[in-house]
């Protein structure tokens, strides 16, 4: 069965500082990792995907991922927070079955 | 591209009653999806659908769920009955193809309080 782990339901940064958002999974088949953004009373909009191939996938916004097999890992960064990125941040698992399975998320607060 | 749309944004009904939401998906995509969403919960996969077809329903949708996509188009999503328990953000998705590795496209979501 697959599952996601989002370590830190609540994550501070300081604008300036760097992002880093922890996902990690249980798949028992190589998965499709998604993250996804949620600004309030909005839709999910995808921010990166890793599918096969590089396993550092560069995103919108200047979000990066990347993906570790041994770790079980897809943790999401970006270099230098914008109070813009204040949100809620999803990451999610797909196999064979098309749906997709959706951690709990993190709201990230920026902080001024 | 206008995007995924869904109808209405908010819904409040009195426990009982029967409500139903619609979504419109982006028109190339011929998959479409619900899910659930709860405060401090992230989507949870309730059913989809390619083309017209209901291929997988979740056991979040119970009996009182029931969704249609005739002609593959728009869909909707009806709760008969409803209860306390159904209060959540409906969330619609499509995607273009068939592989799991296609992001799904989500619409704004339909909140609906149910007292």
């Known amino acids: 069965a697959q599952s996601v782990t989002q370590l830190g339901s609540h994550v501070s940064v300081s604008e300036g500082a760097l992002v880093l958002l922890r996902c990690n999974y249980s798949?028992?088949?190589?998965?499709?990792l998604f993250w996804y953004v949620q600004y309030p009373n909005q839709g999910l909009q995808l921010l990166l995907k890793?599918?096969?191939?590089?396993?550092l996938v560069k995103g919108i916004n200047g979000f990066e991922a990347e993906f570790k097999k041994s770790e079980t890992s897809f943790h999401l960064t970006k270099p230098s927070a914008h109070m813009s990125d204040a949100a809620e941040y999803f990451c999610?698992?797909?196999?064979?079955?098309?749906?997709?399975?959706f951690g709990t998320g993190t709201s990230l607060t920026v902080i001024p | 591209d206008t995007g995924v749309s869904q109808n209405p944004r908010h819904k409040i009904t009195k426990r009982g009653q029967n409500v139903t939401f619609r979504c419109d998906p982006i028109?190339?995509?011929?998959?479409l999806y619900w899910y659930r969403q709860t405060l401090g919960q992230g989507p949870e996969f309730l059913t989809y659908?390619?083309?017209?077809?209901?291929?997988?329903k979740s056991r979040l949708l119970s009996d009182r769920f029931s969704a249609e996509r005739p002609k593959g188009s728009f869909s909707t999503l009806e709760i008969q009955r409803t209860e306390q328990g159904d209060s959540a953000m409906y969330l619609c998705?499509?995607?273009f193809g068939t592989g799991a590795s296609y992001e799904q496209y989500f619409g704004p979501g339909t909140r609906l309080t149910v007292t």
């Open positions: 999610a698992v797909s196999e064979g079955s098309n749906q997709f399975y």
């Open positions: 028109s190339e995509h011929n998959r």
């Open positions: 998705a499509s995607s």
């Open positions: 798949s028992s088949v190589p998965p499709y």
């Open positions: 659908f390619q083309n017209e077809a209901q291929l997988e």
């Open positions: 890793y599918t096969t191939g590089a396993t």
